[in-house]
């Protein structure tokens, strides 16, 4: 879904034209990801609560990456660790297209694969796919825009310029023979964009929201259910709205979840508004069919996300369409509520703005009111481990 959002990187800024002030906003607000992934063999017995676990959902989440991977040329990398695209072969051609147990999923998994552990220990949180009340036409209730992508927006990707930023992209508009930044958020509240509008939603704060997610499904006043699919953002940094309110004093730190940030900004309608805007990341959309309506849109991988198995990772370190184990060994409480330890298997399809570093995930959790609740209270931080084809593993150090 592509949610929410060194020296070198100058160079090649200069060398398309942009004005120096331009190119330090753009490098503060993406500051460069880790650079490497430390691994360590492991074995599946080294998997906390793997023997209890029921992977059989990330193996149908698996089988649609296999798809994705197929399309892939041989000899494509699969990220910084993951071996070639044809290492993924023979794994994706051996997994069934169901398992009739979770025995015989597990079985799968370790014969075919072997576990490395991440070094390190990090956070993890969770996403889901909101639904929203729309409309066609502005009127009445429904007045908040869900644009779609504006004629004006450019998308640069930087690893045309210099291969050694393979993923970084820039966003902004042309104005004469520069490139800009594009309007804030607070800006494009104000005057809007020269795009066009898919639908005017009855909530503004369920709009923000669909925003930090990337993808939602919209119900028209006929019962109609359509998808508000990822299409691009304005390139401008991602600010989390809790942190402006635990800043402001609105919030205390251990009672901010999507439950409290929604409650207060319903109870407070005239700084609603302001405090939304402290986030100047804007998204845009594209309206498609729903489709298998058991599963979320399309990840950054090209393939439906599976309810409680898909994963955003930060795709700049970790192999889209591989296996992850994730553990947590701490949870939090949110506004009151317990998060429950995680121990599942689940497969990167997805990456995020937000997701960035080598123990980081997002795990999705589907649609309705059970996956945003487990959604908005999930950040637990714990150990990842990644389920390479045996193989890819046995070229790792020991």
Known sequence: MARRRGSGGWFVLLALGLALGVGAWWWLSHPPAPTAVVLHRAAFSDLPGWADGDPRAALAAFKRSC?????????RAMGPYGGDAGDWRGVCAAAPASAASAS?????????????????EGLFTGYYEPILSASRARHGIYQTPIYGLP????????AQFRPELQ?????????????LPYPTRAQIDAKGVPGPVL???ADPIAVFFLHVQGSGRVRLEDGTMLRAAYAGQNGRPYTPVGRTLIEDGALARGDVSLQSIRAWLKSHPGRMREV????????????????????GGEGSEGVALTPGASLAVDAHLHPLGA?????????????????????????????GGAIRGPV?????????????DMAGRMTARGRFYVLLPRPVAERLPS
Not at 151 to 158: C, I, P, R, Y
Not at 167 to 179: D, P, S, T, Y
Not at 323 to 343: D, M, N, R
Request: charged share 20%; net charge negative.
């Open 323 to 351: 296996p992850f184990y994730v553990a947590t060994s701490s949870a939090e409480t949110q506004a009151g509520q317990s998060v429950p330890v995680l121990q599942r298997l689940l497969v990167a399809q997805d990456t």
């Open 276 to 295: 939304l805007e402290t986030d100047q990341s804007y998204v845009f959309f594209q309206e498609k069919p729903v489709g298998d309506a058991s599963l």
């Open 67 to 75: 798809a994705a991977i197929a399309a892939l040329p041989a000899n």
């Open 360 to 372: 980081r995930g997002d795990v999705f959790w589907g649609l309705g009111p059970k996956a945003e």
């Open 151 to 158: 004629g004006d927006l450019v998308s640069v990707d930087l």
């Open 104 to 120: 015989s999923a597990r079985h799968f998994f370790e014969a075919w694969f072997a576990p490395a552990a991440i070094d390190g």
């Open 167 to 179: 993923g970084q992209r820039i966003e902004g508009r042309v104005e004469g023979h520069r490139l």
């Open 199 to 201: 639908f005017y939603a």
